[in-house]
């Protein structure tokens, strides 16, 4: 015995069912224009086709990095004469990896270090002699260190960072307060 069929009726679509159909078919019409809509590796000004990809080629040449103007991203190890370094007070010794000035109130320096121990030491005493309370401490999964130091006259974001070849970077954001 076969179970009884049902009326044809039932089994015509809804018009909800049909406006979601041609709304998915829409959305699908769409990505399917832009997407033949983009440039090809090579047709945008300056990027390497697709052949010179394919044959290492076309990575640095015209690259955005030519078009830095002079001094733009090197660093710097000269003190500037704003820094305030009767405040923050790099140890005698002390690698200078980069240093500069953000703004009339505010000012960056790295420090490089040969090693974690070294870069321990170099961290504590720079603590010491600015002076500043550290807190915020943590530790990051690759072995970096952050921390907030302040002192009656500066805010400082402080972070530790251990290097693949051994050497330890310590980079202080460095922001006077008040006035």
């Given at each position: 015995?076969?179970?009884?069929?049902a009326p044809r009726s039932a089994h015509r679509p809804t018009r909800a069912?049909?406006?979601?159909?041609?709304?998915?078919?829409?959305?699908?019409?769409?990505?399917?224009?832009?997407?033949?809509?983009?440039?090809?590796?090579g047709d945008i000004a300056g990027t390497p086709s697709k052949e010179e990809?394919?044959?290492?080629?076309?990575?640095?040449?015209?690259?955005?990095?030519?078009?830095?103007?002079?001094?733009?991203?090197?660093?710097?190890?000269?003190?500037?004469?704003?820094?305030?370094?009767?405040?923050?007070?790099?140890?005698?010794?002390?690698?200078?990896?980069?240093?500069?000035?953000?703004?009339?109130?505010?000012?960056?320096?790295?420090?490089?270090?040969?090693?974690?121990?070294?870069?321990?030491?170099?961290?504590?005493?720079?603590?010491?002699?600015?002076?500043?309370?550290?807190?915020?401490?943590?530790?990051?999964?690759?072995?970096?260190?952050f921390a907030t130091l302040t002192s009656a006259t500066l805010a400082v974001?402080?972070?530790?960072?251990?290097?693949?070849?051994?050497?330890?970077?310590?980079?202080?954001?460095?922001?006077?307060?008040?006035?």
């Open positions: 015995m076969t179970a009884p069929l069912h049909v406006r979601g159909v041609l709304a998915a078919a829409g959305v699908l019409l769409c990505a399917a224009t832009l997407v033949s809509c983009a440039p090809e590796p990809l394919a044959e290492g080629k076309g990575g640095s040449e015209g690259s955005w990095s030519e078009t830095n103007p002079d001094g733009v991203g090197e660093k710097q190890t000269e003190i500037p004469a704003s820094f305030p370094a009767d405040r923050f007070v790099i140890p005698e010794g002390a690698v200078i990896d980069d240093i500069g000035e953000r703004s009339a109130q505010g000012w960056f320096v790295v420090l490089r270090s040969e090693s974690g121990d070294d870069g321990a030491l170099l961290w504590t005493q720079v603590i010491t002699a600015g002076g500043f309370e550290a807190t915020d401490v943590t530790a990051g999964e690759s072995g970096e260190t974001d402080a972070l530790m960072i251990p290097q693949g070849d051994g050497t330890v970077l310590l980079s202080y954001e460095i922001a006077a307060l008040g006035s």
